[in-house]
Structure formats: C-alpha cells, structure tokens
C-alpha cells in the first residue's frame, strides 16, 4: 500500500505562484503514472496534470496548460507541480495520486494522497 504526502500548499494573490510536491512512501513502478487533481467546494473532483514513468510523457487540463508545469522523479517517488500565473478559480485542494492510464482517465485511482490546499485570493 503506498502512501501519499502532498505538501507546498498555501494562500497566494492572483499571479503569484506556487509548487506543490508529493512523496510516495514506496517505490511507485514506472508503468504507474502519477497525477494530480483538484476539488473546489461543491464541485466534483477533476483532473489537473498527469506524467508517465519516465517523466517526459505529460498531460494537462486544459484550464491549467501553459501555466502549470507538472515533472517526477522516479528514483525519488516524488512529483512536483509548478503552478504559476495562479486565478482565482484555481482554488481547490489539490490530490496526489498513483494509478495506471485508465484509472487517470477515470479518475478512479489506486492510490490517493490526503490533499493539499491551495488558496488564490483575487
């Protein structure tokens, strides 16, 4: 069972940046892709970013393309996400998590972090 830690959340101003981190607690195999999602209050839980095993296949929201850089390294179980030119509606906490392509698509993944929150005040 790996275990998940997201950790760099914060409150920020419109245009600021932040970057956020995951650590698994276990060696993650490079046939999992890691990812990230958002949950803003009442809204359903959405894709943000995804990398593959080998850190050069990347994916994003489109929301978030151009703005958000998501990278992984693999013999470190982390992965990070540069969140720059921050929005308001970027608010959200914002979930690690470990699962193959299909479980990325539906978002129903194998593993999952606690959450980390991000706050972009206007």
Known sequence: ??????SGG???QAGDSLSLTCVG????????YMA???QAPGK????????????????????VKGRFTISR???KN?????MNFLKPEDTAV????VGTWTEVISTKMKYWGQGTQVTVSS
Do not use: K
């Not at 914002?94 to 998590?97: H, K, L, N, Q, V």
């Open 94 to 97: 914002y979930f690690c998590a």
């Open 1 to 6: 069972q790996v275990q998940l830690e997201e």
């Open 25 to 32: 607690s276990e060696f993650i195999p490079r046939t999992y």
């Open 44 to 63: 359903e839980r959405e894709f943000v970013s995804a990398v593959d095993g080998s850190g050069d296949g990347t994916y994003y929201a489109d929301s």
């Open 78 to 82: 982390t992965m990070s996400l540069q």
């Open 10 to 12: 914060g409150m920020v």
């Open 73 to 75: 390294d693999s013999a």
């Open 36 to 38: 990230w999602f958002r």
